[in-house]
């Protein structure tokens, strides 16, 4: 992985933990912490749409990937908080 790809997969997953917190929360979880969140969704989100056989390519696709797997890691975190 080169740099260009390392800072992009950052800035993506910053993004994507950022829309992620303020959709399930209404607030971010600062700069590392989105970052984790939106990596962490991004993977979670690709394994998703492979299963369902969804592809989204480009800067906007791994965005909304990323988003999506934020989100549904964001609740399953939720759910497993409460109990």
Do not use: D, E, R
């Not at 369902?52 to 988003?67: E, H, M, N, P, Y």
């Amino acid at each position: 992985m080169g740099t260009n790809s390392l800072i992009l997969t950052l800035v993506i997953g910053a993004l994507a933990g950022w829309l992620a917190g303020n959709i399930m929360k209404g607030k971010g979880f600062g700069v590392i912490g989105n970052i984790v969140v939106g990596i962490i969704g991004a993977a979670l989100g690709g394994f998703i749409f492979g299963l369902l056989g969804v592809t989204a390519g480009g800067l906007i696709g791994s965005l909304i990937t990323a988003t999506v797997g934020a989100v549904i890691l964001l609740y399953i975190v939720s759910i497993v908080k409460k109990t």
